[in-house]
């Protein structure tokens, strides 16, 4: 069985101002304070693992005995088939250290040329953690394909190029209730809450 969360204050093991946003708004009607590593001096933990899931555990580890408080971190990104699943974890990489996106939509754009197969998914591993080191882990998923030129100015990252399957607004059109509804992030936050609330701080 999960171990579940108390409530109170939990950090967002993230320095992206756009996740510790979208997470903040999704652990809102909870009750729980939230406070993202940067307003905590807390430092960026570098991405080691292999995978989601490795990467988001060490993150949220390192954030719950830095803080002594719960810690929620995310690891997630854009896997494109035809690509081989790239760039997968490294999807924050490729937009270089000045978190340029703009550049990296280019780059998965010119890699993909001429295929016809613009399938792809975004992956999210959302992993609690605290600071006896004791981690649930959680993976949500969206399926849709790639467009080109980039649609829309909300959201982040890939947003911009990723149609979900069976809507005709990108991630990067939809207003943020309409993404939370079918995202990747929210289908693996709706698992952890599932898990680790309790009924009745629901």
Not at 65 to 78: F, K, M, N
């Amino acid at each position: 069985m999960a171990r579940g969360f108390e409530g109170g204050r939990l950090v967002i093991a993230s320095h992206n101002t756009g996740k510790v946003r979208e997470i903040a708004e999704l652990l809102a009607p909870f009750g729980v304070t939230s406070l993202g590593a940067r307003e905590l001096g807390l430092p960026e933990t570098p991405e080691t693992g292999d995978s989601f899931r490795a990467n988001a555990e060490i993150k949220a580890i390192a954030a719950a005995r830095a803080s002594g408080l719960p810690a929620i971190a995310d690891d997630s990104g854009l896997s494109v088939d035809a690509l081989g699943g790239a760039p997968g974890v490294y999807s924050a990489r490729w937009a270089g250290p000045k978190r340029d996106f703009a550049m990296a939509m280019q780059r998965v754009e010119r890699q993909l040329g001429p295929k016809a197969d613009r399938r792809a998914h975004f992956v999210c591993v959302l992993a609690l953690a605290w600071p006896d080191g004791h981690t649930e882990s959680f993976e949500g998923q969206a399926h849709g394909r790639l467009v080109w030129p980039p649609r829309g100015d909300r959201g982040f990252g890939y947003d911009p190029i990723f149609l979900p399957e069976g809507r005709s607004q990108t991630f990067g059109e939809m207003d943020p209730a309409g993404k939370h509804a079918i995202s990747h992030r929210a289908e693996a936050f709706r698992l952890l809450v599932g898990a680790c609330f309790q009924a009745g701080d629901r």
